[in-house]
């Protein structure tokens, strides 16, 4: 490297920022928050899933031991819900309704009672003495209950294009099959908790979520107080795979109790709460209908998903979302009803829809290759969507044709012989299976603050979470290369509603939304600092553009001629400035601001983004490809091996990123053969522990290898698509595909069960619901 030569951080292999924080135990998660005077709070939850609340005996417990107060719906104060249009800026639908506001019963483990005592050993002991009898009605759950209401959602509206039936009819060839997915449960391994203090109107809380903005105004809507008087707090979050998506009661009720109680207060979920009260993934039946030439193209695609959503709930689910811009196809239609079932409130998992929906249209399409004969690659090949079926437009980056060949090939795919059953490896069934995996694109509104401090550290920040993924990571990185300050200088701080608002991390659309945004606000910072220096005698930079000039060490020169140097410390002091701070956000997709520049190598190029309306803008893409083992046996089923190939767009960090897909992979192999909540034949919840409910583990993820293939999405100047979900669409299916491969038998319900494979156990499909 020349003396003069810039070197871009972004897109290099890098440890987390925070890594060492974690293992050394020294970061501080909302559970280790402790304040001066702390109470602690826990919570009753119903033992029957529909009716009403009889009578309440709070007697025994109000006189328990360091008891302080035990509030239900008969003393509790009014909660305002949050209207239907409070989205909290960003589209993330409706919040569940406020609790301990009637006697109604809607769901087992609600929440009827909380107890709050000086130690949480009291307020369990005190919480066992409540006794609550109930009123029980028969709770709704079958899809099929004639008294349930399906619910049709505006984000999910019906969808039509061509005329399916005729295309159906007239098809050479035609699979039409019913698929379904289990109920599973988020289940991060860190305990949702809140810590609320109230100081007169303020409200402080450090809460578990995915977003702190929006806690920060449900909690003002609930109180009636403004959004300015309430901080929420929370720099680390042990995984939360969607659970904090949604503002849930307990977290207002950890607000109300230091309400009344005048004292701040701790609230840690119970894992049996976490099963009841975090939302899931709710089961879906899916019927898939495709219809094809028989040289293998499609003419007709049909899905139709019911799902459930709880009682009084509101939730955006895209199972059929993907569908009609998944191949080519002339004929599409899809339909997604939700069914009203007495089931805790549901909420999202990890690509919420497109997981399960990816499952059956996956499914389909490797039967249909069966059918038709058809390599199950070629035929997707065949169906490329070469340009958005729906308007012609072109993709504004695609690379899934590379990640099937590619993938194919990194695989072994051609040692794969067609035959099902012909693959053996001792006593083992061996099978190889693919699928197509797709995310939306997303990206919503986000702004970030940046500044340069006389001692020449940056210090960049905005009120977004870190789950997991590595958002605090690759924002230093951003950071570091867009203000040429060596990455040891530069600090990202985020998990505060203080902070410029940012969405939630979720949809996938955190690292486009805060990266876009950080990118332009540090631009914006350096363009201040340029025209600090501009007709500054002072300075070698004056005269400089923001086009003319490279940023290094930390400092800015003159690209053309690097013995032009200052840093931005030496200005700073020249002006008698502590620091120089800039608040910025990012462009939406498909727009140009004066700040949307593409930073490289130190250097600042405009970036334009595409003319309106002449691309499509593209979500991310893999092609998944999975050998299992099958014990011929016993019907255990090992993922010995999994490929994935991933168009993820532009790859800050290839090392989280690759974490990422594993993350996806490792949840894709829970779903397709372990994870599954289920309930008894009252609605009660059978599985509230990690004992009942499955995870992968590592002895489930064997051999992971990950590719990353394709270009920066040109829609937005980071050229990022998203990848924290991308890995777990179409990879139940990969695995059903493959199983389907190494035994002959189609599995169209999960979890694929021992059981089921050994055709010991009626599929759901036959008898799809609880
Ligand atoms: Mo994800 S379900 O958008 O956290």
Redesign the pocket.
């Known amino acids: 490297m020349s003396a003069t030569e810039a070197v871009d951080v972004v897109g290099t292999a890098r440890d987390r920022v925070d890594g060492r924080l974690k293992v050394m135990g020294s970061a501080t998660y909302p559970i280790d928050v402790t304040l001066p005077g702390l109470a602690h709070a826990v919570l009753v939850g119903s033992t029957v899933t529909s009716g009403r609340i009889r009578r309440i005996g709070v007697d025994a417990a109000e006189r328990s031991p360091g008891v302080l107060a035990v509030i239900t719906y008969l003393n509790a104060p009014a909660l305002a819900h949050a209207s239907a249009t409070l989205r909290m800026g960003d589209p993330i639908g409706p919040q569940p309704l406020p609790p301990f506001q009637s006697d109604a019963v809607l769901h087992y483990g609600q929440h009827v009672a909380m107890v709050v005592a000086e130690t949480r050993e009291q307020a369990n002991a005190a919480a066992a003495l409540i006794e609550v009898t109930y009123a029980r009605d028969t709770p709704l759950l079958s899809f099929d209950d004639p008294r349930t209401s399906p619910v049709f959602h505006p984000w999910t509206p019906d969808y039509d294009r061509g005329n399916v039936r005729e295309a159906l009819a007239a098809a050479d060839v035609q699979v039409n099959e019913t698929y379904t997915t289990a109920e599973n449960t988020?289940n991060p391994i860190g305990l949702f908790a809140t810590v609320a203090a109230w100081d007169g109107e303020t409200l402080t809380v450090h809460d578990t979520t995915?977003h702190p903005h929006g806690v920060r105004d449900r909690l003002a809507v609930a109180f009636g107080i403004d959004p300015a008087g309430v901080r929420v707090l929370v720099p680390f979050v042990g995984g939360?795979?969607?659970?904090?998506?949604r503002v849930w009661p307990h977290v207002l009720l950890a607000a109300l109790a230091a309400q009344v109680t005048k004292r701040p207060v701790k609230l840690v979920l119970t894992r049996a709460q976490m099963f009841t009260t975090l939302g899931h993934r709710p089961n879906t039946i899916q019927q898939v209908s495709i219809g094809a030439s028989r040289d293998g193209q499609l003419a007709a695609i049909e899905h139709v998903s019911r799902s459930s959503i709880g009682m009084a709930d509101e939730l955006i689910n895209l199972i059929t979302y993907g569908t009609p811009h998944a191949y080519v196809c002339p004929n599409v239609s899809t339909r997604a009803t939700q069914v009203r079932q007495s089931i805790p409130i549901p909420?999202?998992?990890?690509?919420?829809g497109e997981a399960e929906g990816s499952f059956a249209l996956e499914s389909a399409i490797d039967e249909l290759s069966c059918a038709l004969g058809i390599d199950p690659i070629a035929l997707r090949v065949k169906n490329h969507a070469h340009v958005h079926p729906e308007t012609g437009l072109p993709w504004s980056s695609n690379a899934l044709l590379d990640c099937y060949r590619q993938g194919a090939e990194r695989f072994g795919w051609p040692a794969r012989n067609p035959e099902p059953r012909s693959m053996r490896n001792g006593r083992q069934l061996v099978g190889y299976g693919m699928a197509r995996g797709a995310l939306l694109a997303y990206q919503p509104p986000c702004k970030a603050i940046a500044s340069i401090r006389r001692d020449g550290t940056a210090f960049v920040r905005s009120g977004a979470t870190d789950?997991g993924p590595g958002p605090y990571t690759v924002m230093t990185m951003l950071a570091a290369d867009c203000l040429g300050v060596p990455i040891e200088r530069v600090q990202f701080g985020l998990g505060d509603s203080a902070m410029p608002r940012a969405p939630?991390?979720?949809?996938?659309?955190l690292t486009g939304a805060l990266g876009n945004a950080v990118h332009a606000t540090c631009v914006s910072l350096v363009r201040a600092f340029v025209n600090l220096v501009s007709d500054d005698e002072g300075s070698p930079l004056k005269g400089c553009r923001l086009e003319g000039i490279t940023v290094r060490n930390g400092g800015i020169h003159i690209t053309d001629d690097p013995a032009r140097f200052e840093t931005y410390a030496s200005i700073l002091t020249r002006h008698d400035l502590d620091e120089l701070t800039i608040e910025g956000e990012s462009a939406p997709p498909g727009e140009t601001s004066s700040a949307s520049m593409i930073v490289q190598a130190g250097r600042f190029i405009p970036y334009t983004a595409p003319s309106t309306g002449s691309r499509a803008h593209a979500g991310g893409y893999a092609a998944h490809f999975v050998e299992v083992q099958v014990d011929s046996d016993l019907g255990t089923i090992r993922v010995a091996r999994v490929v994935s190939a991933v168009d993820g767009g532009r790859i800050l960090n290839p090392k989280t990123a690759r974490s990422q897909i594993i993350g996806g992979i490792a949840m894709g192999i829970g779903m397709a053969l372990l994870e599954e909540t289920v309930s008894d034949r009252t609605g009660r919840l059978v599985t509230t522990s990690l004992a009942e409910y499955v995870v992968a583990v590592n002895a489930d993820v064997r051999d992971v290898d990950v590719l990353f293939v394709g270009q920066p999405d040109p829609m937005t100047p980071l050229g990022t698509k998203g990848v924290?979900?991308l890995a777990i669409t179409g990879m139940a299916a990969a695995i059903a595909n493959a199983v389907y491969h190494a035994t002959g038998t189609r599995i169209r319900s999960l979890p694929i069960s021992i059981e089921k494979v050994l055709g010991h156990e009626r599929p759901h499909s036959a008898e799809p619901f609880r």
């Open positions: 988020n995915q939360a795979f969607g659970a904090g998506l909420g999202w998992m990890r690509a919420p789950i939630q991390e979720g949809g996938s659309g924290g979900e």
